[in-house]
């Protein structure tokens, strides 16, 4: 099993993290995790609110919830609680994978336009599930909005493109809070949509807390994810009454909540500062190019690779951003993940950096960024 967010350069950056301690001279002096969202790992600090919560009506609340920010009725039966995002995604691929039709790999890629800032163009959906159909039964359309690795945010038209496009192609949409309002031919479409501890300003990845949203289900269907669902062991307290206290800030009225606003509004200014800054330099950077952030913790800058680093890749057996990755890890202390572990556009090469280091640690690993890419350019030029 092959997964570029823990693999080897993150391994290797352990590795690192020892030999440091161990006292081992270095051209740097500590490693920079920006592999990885986890907001507080790196140094956010958590809001005071979500370490005074209390547990009751966790399904009920997030069914208000989401009626209040959708402004259509959310029925609680339709709600399940999961440990994390990534376990409910899990639940449901398990659900539509019935083993009929062929039995290649579960994930057919689909690329999105980087040139339009990262959207999701119809044709190119169209090419992958035509490609799917020649040895499987495409069942399950998944977006991630906003984007990871990516860190845009879809436009309202082009989420109502690929909601079409699902209805007409019978696909189960599977998605991070796509809703939208379209009329009555589309009420009916089957949607798995998730939400985690871990998004937005919270950031709290360790509670692993998390719920799913299916609705339009066949009953039929709808009992055997029940099923499903019970038969496991269910998310723990904590991650649940995390996810209760997320979907139930404060209100103006109580004590807390002056509190509350001023380290929302702090996270969220933070992370505008640092977005800016991170798509800023890296556009500044020759053979370097970077869409701006919009939504989400991460970047995914594109690198004009220098033909010598294609061919010294060639070499070495591996994919030219997974030898950068390397060497921009051993020579400056940075670990990010290569972009050829999220399959990228072929002929592409992209690294996701997350955009969490407090502000003045971002900026030293922005300067350590900027000395090892010309350094990297000039020896491959």
Not at 176 to 186: N, S
Not at 321 to 350: A, N, W
Request: proline share 6%.
């Amino acid at each position: 099993m092959e997964y570029a967010v823990r693999g080897p350069i993150v391994i290797r950056a352990a590795e690192i993290e020892q030999e440091l301690k161990a006292g081992k001279s270095k051209p740097f002096s500590d490693v920079i995790r920006a592999n990885i969202g986890d907001c507080h790992a790196t140094g956010q600090k958590p809001l005071t609110f979500l370490r005074q919560f209390r547990c009751e009506g966790y399904r009920e609340d997030i069914a208000a919830y989401i009626t209040n920010r959708d402004g259509h009725p959310c029925n609680p039966d339709n709600i399940f609680l999961c440990t994390g995002a990534s376990d409910g995604i899990k639940t449901i691929m398990k659900l539509c994978m019935t083993g009929e039709g062929g039995n290649k790999r579960a994930g057919i890629n689909y690329y999105l336009n980087e040139d339009n800032n990262w959207s999701l163009d119809i044709p190119e959906l169209k090419r992958s599930i035509q490609e799917a159909r020649s040895h499987c039964v495409p069942r399950v359309l998944c977006v991630i909005n906003p984007g990871n690795p990516t860190g845009q945010v879809l436009s309202r038209e082009n989420i109502e493109n690929v909601i079409q496009f699902a209805k007409e192609e019978n696909l189960v949409l599977m998605a991070d809070e796509v809703l939208t309002e379209m009329g009555p031919e589309y009420q009916d479409i089957e949607l798995a949509s998730f939400m985690s501890t871990s998004k937005g300003y919270m950031g709290e990845c360790g509670f692993r807390g998390g719920y799913c949203e299916a609705i339009n289900l066949d009953p039929d269907v709808k009992v055997q994810l029940l099923k499903s669902i019970s038969a496991k062991l269910c998310s723990s307290v904590s991650g649940q009454a995390a996810m209760d206290v997320i979907v139930n800030p404060p209100s103006s009225s109580e004590p807390s909540y002056p509190l509350f606003l001023k380290e929302k509004e702090q996270v969220l200014g933070d992370l505008k500062e640092k977005a800016k800054m991170v798509t800023e330099t890296f556009n500044s950077m020759d053979r370097m190019s970077c869409n701006v952030v919009q939504g989400a913790m991460y970047a995914f800058p594109q690198i004009n690779m220098p033909p010598a680093a294609l061919e010294e890749a060639k070499k070495r057996g591996v994919p030219a951003d997974v030898m950068y990755c390397f060497e921009l890890l051993e020579k400056t202390g940075i670990c990010v993940v290569p972009g050829s572990g999220f399959g990228q556009r072929p002929g592409t090469y992209h690294f996701r950096t997350t955009i969490l280091p407090p502000v003045e640690k971002l900026k030293e690993m922005l300067e350590r960024f900027r000395t090892f890419h010309e350094q990297f350019s000039s020896t491959y030029k």
